[in-house]
C-alpha cells in the first residue's frame, strides 16, 4: 500500500485530472511518480521546491513586468509536479501538430503568392485583407527555402468533457517559452532525480540544435560561411532571458538593432574589427517594429534599410515577416479547411469552435450568449483583450458587447473549455491542489519535415479556478514529460 | 566581437573594481578611526568623499560628515552613481546584456552578489560597521576575477575586461595615493610627524602593507608608501603595474608588437608605463606629488576615451 503522503485527500473536481483517474487511482502513465512523491513528507518535498526556486533565481530565469513604469524582474513560478503524457497520445499530438505546420506554410506560401485560396473562394477576401497583421508590404517576396513558419508555438488544451486535446491557438510571429522547457527540464532533473529516472522521459535539449541547423540552411551565402545572429528588442524585453539564452546554446551572436546597418542592400554588424557581414536573421523583435523606413517609422529596435536587404534575398530572415495574418484568432477558424485544401487530408486534431463577430449572424449569438463564451480580440496574445463571459461582472460584459459592436471584425468568441487540471503545489498552504493547464509545443519545420521536441511548455494557472494560464497574468509553468514506452 | 559587446565587458570589469576598491578603502578606514580620538575621526572621513570625487554631491545630501553618512554614502545610496550597491547593480546590468558571451559561472556569480548586496539593509548594517559588508564585496570581486580566469577563455573578450579593470585599478589607486598624502601631510599639521596608523591603513586598503614590509624592512615612511603605492613592477595593485596591464591588453586586441602601438589608447598607454618605469619617488616629489598623479589620471581618462572611439563608436559615415 503506497502512503499518499504529499496527495493525501487530493480531489480530482469536476475536470479531467491529468495524474488520478479518480481520488487516489493514478493514470498509467503515473504509476511511478505517485509512488515517487507520494512517499515523500511534505516538508522534504517544500525543501525540494526551495531549492529549486533559488535556483532560478540565482540563474536569472527571470521575466520582466511592466506595472509601476519602472520593469521589476519576477520568477516565473515553476510548479515541481509534472505533467506527463504517455507516448501513445504524444504521437497523435506530434502528427496533428506537424500536418498543421505545413498546412500554416503552405497558406502564407499562397496568401503572400498567387492567393488561390481567395480565387477558389474558400476563404473570404476581406477576412484576409481586414487583419491587421497582414502585410502588404511582403506580397510576391520570395523567402529562402520557401519557409515561412520556421518556428511555431501552437496552443493546445484538453477539454474536460471529451478528455480530447484541441487547438487553441497558433502563434507563428516570435513564439517564446522554450528557454523554460529547457530550463524546467535541468532544474527538475537536479531536483528530483531518482523520480525522473524511474519514469523514463523522452529528451528535449537537441532543440537548440535542431534550430541552429535549420537557420544555417537559410543563408544567402551557403551554410559553410553563414553568419546568423538573433536580433533582441533588448534587455528591457520581457523575453530577454529566452533570446540571450538561445544566442548561447547555438553559440549566434546576439545583437540589437543598433548593432546592425544597412549599406548596398547588404546588412552588417558593427564590431571591433569593422563591419561583418550578416546573412540570417533569428529576428524577437515584431514585424512593424523591424525597419522603420518600412514601417513605424517611430521604431528604435530595428534596423532601417533591413527589409530592403530581405526583399532582395541579400538576407534570410526567421520567422518570415507577415506571418501573423495566419494566426489571427479570426483566420483560425478556417486552418481546418487550409488542411483540407491544401494537403487534401482531414485534420488530426479538434479546434473549438469559433465565432467571428465579423459576421452578423454570430454576432448576433454572441451578443445573446455572453456570459458563456470567451471573447478574445484577433490581433492580441499573452492574455490580453479577453473577456470570461462566466467570471465577468456585469459592468464588463455590458463594457465588451459596446466593444463587439462598434469593432467587430477585432473579436471571435467561442465556447468556454473546461481546461483539465493537473496536481499543484501551493506554497501558502503547503497543499496539493488541482489547477488547470494548457500545453505549447514548439515545432521546427525545416522545410520538408516538422521536428517537435517531445511535450512543450506546460503552462499552469496557478490561482484557484482560474483558466487564465498566460505569465503575464499569474500563471506559472511545470516540466512536460513523454514517456519513452508505454506504461 | 560586437563592439557593443566589448563595450559591456570592459564597463562590467570596471563597476567590479570599483566597488571593491571602495569597500576596501571604507572598511581598513573605518576600522583605523576606530582607534583615533573624537576630533581626528571628523577629519579624517572627509578624504573618502574628495576620492570618490562627490564632495557637492555629499555636501547637497547630508548635514554632517561622520561614519554612518560616509558609509551610507558610498556604500548603499542610490543617489551616488558610484556607491557600492550602484557599481554592483551596473556591473549586472552590463552582464545581464552579455550574459551569452559571458560564462555561465560568471553570470550566475555576478547575479549572486547582485542579490547578496540588494539584500543587505542599511540601516542594520551601517549599525554593525562595515567590515561585514565590506567583506562581502571584496570577496565577491575576488570570486569574480577567479571565476573569470578559470571560465572565459582568454580571448579578446577577457582582455577587454583585463583592460576594464586595470584602469580603473590605476585611477583609484591615483586618487587614494593623492588625497590620503595631502590629508595627511598639509591638512593635520599641528600633528608634525606623519601619522603612522593612517599610512598603514592606506597600504592595508590596497592589500600591500605585508609587502611593503618585505621590500623595505623599515617605518613607515610617506615617500616610500608613494614609492611602493605608484612604481612597484609586481604589486597588483601599483599604478604602474595597472598601466602595464592596460598596455598589455590594448596590444593582445591589436596584435602590435613591442614597441610599436596600433591606435591613440596604446600610444598613452605606452607613455604611461614608460614614465613610470624610469620615473624616480624623489623626482616626483620634486615636481611635486599632486601635480604628477593629476597628469597620470589625466592620461588614464585619454586612454578610455581613446579606447571608445577606437573599438566602441562607430561614426556614421554617409
Known amino acids: ?487 | 566581437m560586437l563592439s557593443r559587446i566589448a563595450e559591456s565587458l570592459f564597463w562590467l570589469a570596471r563597476y567590479i573594481e570599483r566597488a571593491e576598491d571602495t569597500a576596501r578603502i571604507l572598511d581598513v578606514n573605518y576600522h583605523m578611526l576606530l582607534e583615533q580620538s573624537q576630533q581626528a575621526y571628523r577629519l579624517r572621513w572627509e578624504p573618502l568623499i574628495i576620492m570618490a570625487g562627490e564632495e557637492k554631491l555629499f555636501g547637497k545630501l547630508y548635514d554632517e560628515v561622520n561614519a554612518e553618512n560616509v558609509f551610507e554614502f558610498l556604500a548603499f545610496s542610490e543617489k551616488n552613481p558610484s556607491s557600492i550597491v550602484q557599481c554592483v547593480s551596473k556591473a549586472r546590468e552590463n552582464a545581464r546584456t552579455i550574459r551569452d558571451r559571458i560564462s555561465r559561472e560568471m553570470w550566475e556569480d555576478i547575479n549572486g552578489l547582485y542579490y547578496t548586496v540588494t539584500r543587505f539593509h542599511a540601516r542594520e548594517e551601517i549599525a554593525a560597521g562595515p567590515h561585514r559588508f565590506c567583506d562581502k564585496i571584496k570577496f565577491g570581486a575576488h570570486r569574480f576575477h577567479g571565476v573569470t580566469d578559470a571560465t572565459l577563455p582568454h580571448d579578446e573578450g577577457w582582455e577587454f575586461l583585463r583592460i576594464g579593470w586595470s584602469l580603473e585599478r590605476a585611477e583609484m589607486t591615483a586618487r587614494l595615493v593623492d588625497v590620503q598624502y595631502h590629508n595627511l601631510l598639509d591638512a593635520l599639521p599641528s600633528v608634525g610627524a606623519p601619522d603612522n596608523h593612517q599610512w598603514m591603513a592606506v597600504l592595508r586598503s590596497v592589500g600591500a602593507y605585508e609587502t611593503y614590509h618585505r621590500q623595505y624592512h623599515s617605518a613607515i615612511e610617506p615617500e616610500k608608501v608613494a614609492e611602493m603605492l605608484i612604481l612597484h613592477h609586481q604589486h597588483p595593485r601599483s599604478i604602474r603595474f595597472s598601466a602595464s596591464e592596460v598596455q598589455a591588453g590594448l596590444r593582445a586586441v591589436s596584435g602590435s608588437g613591442p614597441g610599436a602601438y596600433g591606435n591613440e589608447a596604446e600610444r598613452l598607454a605606452g607613455r604611461v608605463v614608460e614614465r613610470l618605469r624610469y620615473d624616480r619617488v624623489s623626482e616626483i616629489f620634486k615636481q611635486g606629488l599632486h601635480s604628477y598623479l593629476d597628469e597620470l589620471l589625466r592620461m588614464c581618462g585619454a586612454i578610455g576615451e581613446d579606447i571608445a572611439r577606437t573599438y566602441f563608436y562607430y561614426a556614421v559615415v554617409a
Open chain 1, 1 to 487: 500500500m503506497v502512503n499518499p503522503g504529499l496527495f493525501e485527500g487530493y480531489e480530482t473536481g469536476a475536470f479531467y485530472d491529468e495524474m488520478f483517474s479518480s481520488p487516489g487511482q493514478p493514470r498509467a502513465q503515473y504509476t511511478k511518480l505517485f509512488q515517487k512523491l507520494g512517499s515523500m513528507a511534505p516538508e522534504q518535498f517544500e525543501e525540494r521546491r526551495k531549492l529549486a526556486d533559488l535556483s532560478f533565481l540565482i540563474q536569472g530565469i527571470t521575466f520582466t513586468v511592466y506595472s509601476d513604469g519602472r520593469g521589476t524582474e519576477r520568477l516565473f513560478p515553476f510548479d515541481l509536479i509534472p505533467r506527463i503524457l504517455p507516448h501513445s497520445e504524444w504521437e497523435h499530438i506530434d502528427r496533428g501538430l506537424s500536418q498543421r505546420v505545413r498546412a500554416l506554410n503552405l497558406f502564407l506560401q499562397d496568401v503572400y503568392g498567387k492567393q488561390s485560396i481567395l480565387k477558389d473562394k474558400k476563404l473570404p477576401r476581406w477576412l484576409v485583407y481586414s487583419c491587421p497583421n497582414f502585410r502588404r508590404e511582403v506580397i510576391g517576396v520570395e523567402v529562402s527555402r520557401g519557409i515561412y513558419t520556421h518556428i511555431c508555438g501552437i496552443d493546445l488544451v484538453r477539454d474536460s468533457k471529451s478528455g480530447d486535446f484541441y487547438v487553441l491557438e497558433d502563434n507563428v510571429r516570435t513564439p517564446s517559452g522554450i528557454s523554460y522547457v529547457l530550463e524546467n527540464r535541468l532544474v527538475m532533473t537536479r531536483t528530483l532525480p531518482d523520480a525522473f529516472q524511474a519514469c523514463e522521459v523522452l529528451p528535449v535539449n537537441h532543440y537548440p540544435a535542431e534550430l541552429s541547423r535549420i537557420l544555417r540552411s537559410l543563408s544567402p551565402r551557403g551554410e559553410a560561411d553563414a553568419q546568423i545572429v538573433l536580433l533582441t528588442p533588448g534587455i528591457h524585453n520581457s523575453a530577454y532571458f529566452e533570446h540571450s539564452f538561445l544566442a548561447q546554446q547555438m553559440g549566434i551572436e546576439l545583437v540589437e538593432g543598433r548593432d546592425l546597418i544597412v549599406d548596398g542592400g547588404i546588412v552588417y554588424m558593427k564590431t571591433i574589427r569593422g563591419l561583418q557581414r550578416v546573412d540570417v536573421i533569428y529576428r524577437r523583435v515584431d514585424d512593424e517594429y523591424l525597419d522603420p523606413l518600412t514601417f513605424r517609422a517611430d521604431s528604435v529596435l530595428g534596423v532601417p534599410g533591413l527589409m530592403g536587404a530581405y526583399r532582395a534575398g541579400n538576407v534570410a530572415l526567421a520567422n518570415a515577416v507577415g506571418n501573423g495574418v495566419a494566426d489571427d484568432k479570426a483566420i483560425y477558424a478556417y486552418v481546418p479547411e487550409f488542411i483540407r485544401y491544401y494537403l487534401g487530408e482531414e485534420p488530426i486534431l479538434k479546434t473549438v469552435e469559433t465565432f467571428l463577430c465579423a459576421n452578423p449572424t454570430d454576432l448576433a449569438y454572441v451578443l445573446d450568449h455572453l456570459p458563456q463564451l470567451v471573447v478574445k480580440a484577433v490581433g492580441e496574445s499573452g492574455g490580453y483583450g479577453m473577456l470570461m463571459g462566466p467570471t465577468a461582472d456585469r459592468a464588463k460584459l455590458v463594457d465588451f458587447a459596446d466593444r463587439l459592436r462598434a469593432n467587430p471584425r477585432n473579436y471571435i468568441a467561442q465556447p468556454v473549455v473546461g481546461l483539465s487540471r493537473v496536481p499543484s503545489y501551493d506554497p501558502s498552504t503547503g497543499n496539493v491542489a488541482g489547477r488547470h493547464v494548457d500545453l505549447r509545443p514548439y515545432c521546427l519545420y525545416d522545410g520538408e519535415n516538422v521536428t517537435i521536441v517531445p511535450g512543450g511548455l506546460t503552462r499552469v494557472a496557478l490561482q484557484p479556478n482560474s483558466l487564465v494560464v498566460n505569465s503575464s497574468q499569474g500563471g506559472g509553468s511545470k516540466d512536460t514529460w513523454v514517456l519513452r514506452g508505454e506504461s
